[in-house]
């Protein structure tokens, strides 16, 4: 079992910068790819970025490629995504998400809100 927990959420102008963290608790956090996904009221949530369990590889959704980043510290048991430029199309509940394969999560974090004003 793996617990998820975000931080780093919250209103921010456009243009603006924010960074979330996910600790994750539990058995073999390197052993899970990690991601970000994002979802706003009435529309399916979707994969933002992710990890490989080694964190020699990422992907990014086109919408953020060049202005967002993700890492991991596996020491730590703690993914991070840095957000920049952001933009009100931002604005979303975040997920944090770990699966063997990160398309279909095994465990979810609880959500955190990141409001980006214009």
């Known amino acids: 079992q793996v617990q998820l927990v975000e931080s780093g959420g919250g209103l921010v102008q456009a243009g603006g910068s924010l960074k979330l963290s996910c600790a994750a608790s539990?058995?073999?956090?390197?052993?899970?790819?990690m991601g970000w996904f994002r979802q706003v009221p009435g529309k399916k949530r979707e994969l933002v970025a992710s990890m490989s369990q080694s964190g020699s590889s990422a992907y990014y959704a086109d919408s953020v490629k060049g202005r967002f980043t993700i890492s991991r510290d596996n020491a730590k048991n703690t993914v991070y995504l840095q957000m920049n430029s952001l933009k009100p199309e931002d604005t979303a509940v975040y997920y944090c998400?770990?699966?063997?394969?990160?398309?279909?999560?095994?465990?979810w974090g609880q959500g955190t809100q990141v409001t980006v004003s214009s």
């Open positions: 539990g058995r073999a956090f390197s052993s899970y790819a």
């Open positions: 998400a770990a699966g063997v394969i990160i398309v279909v999560p095994n465990y």
